[in-house]
């Protein structure tokens, strides 16, 4: 299994294996789906003035694409940055692909002051081999925030309110075929593949980031 990525800045591109259920909270899309890929759209602050109905703004972009079908991301990241990973337990297959910003950093439990300026994200989509349920898809995503959560504790910066877990606009999508698979839990071979590929590229993204932004920009 493994999903082919293209850059086309500003777009990048995660063709998914084949047509499968995704589950995310993406603007477009959210919640369950049914995809053949997933997107990121690249964006400046001069793209995004308060004023804008973002919303509207995303549906013509996708639109004048061909890909109003597709989940997107929204990331000021530089697209070029993206980082991904792969995972392979016991036949179960694991690919993330993620794009990390951390200018507007938060530690859970606690809100920073932001001016709506200066914004960051984690994008980060997952694709599993494994036929899955909807509550196995469910129990995923948890386990794509813990491995974001660990290894952004373990690499990632302190900010004024202590260790970055997160960004205040983060956004996860999972893709895996339909099945029956009920679990999905720290003890199954599909959340250790999902585990293992999202940690690492997270831990990878963070420590690119802290070098290219010592001063937090």
């Known amino acids: 299994m493994t999903a082919r990525v293209t850059l086309e800045r500003p777009w990048l591109e995660m063709r998914l294996t084949q047509p499968m259920q995704v589950l995310s909270w993406v603007l477009n ?6 995809a053949d890929r997933i997107l990121w759209r690249e964006v400046r602050n001069a793209d ?5 109905d973002v919303d509207t703004w995303l549906a013509g972009e996708l639109t004048a694409k061909q890909a109003s079908d597709a989940p997107c991301f929204l990331t000021s990241r530089n697209i070029t940055r993206f980082v991904e990973a792969r995972a392979a337990v016991e036949g179960v297959e694991a690919h993330a692909v993620i794009t990390l910003g951390l200018s507007n950093a938060e530690r859970v439990g606690t809100r920073m002051a932001y001016d ?4 960051g994200t984690i994008n980060i989509a997952v694709e599993c081999s494994l036929r899955l349920s909807q509550p ?6 948890s386990i794509i925030t813990q ?4 290894a952004l504790v373990e690499h990632g910066p302190r900010i004024g309110t202590g260790q970055v877990t997160g960004t205040g606009t983060d956004c996860i999508a999972l893709a895996a075929p339909v099945g029956t698979e009920r679990f999905a839990g720290l003890h199954t071979p599909q959340a250790e593949a999902i585990g293992q590929a999202t940690y690492t590229a997270i831990s990878q ?3 690119s980031w802290i070098e290219e932004n010592s001063h937090g920009t």
Do not use: K, V
């Open 136 to 141: 196995a898809m469910l129990e995923a995503m």
């Open 205 to 207: 993204a963070t420590q």
């Open 48 to 52: 995004l003035p308060r004023e804008l």
């Open 29 to 34: 899309r959210p919640g369950f789906i049914h």
């Open 116 to 119: 709506g300026d200066c914004w």
């Open 147 to 150: 491995a974001r959560t660990a």
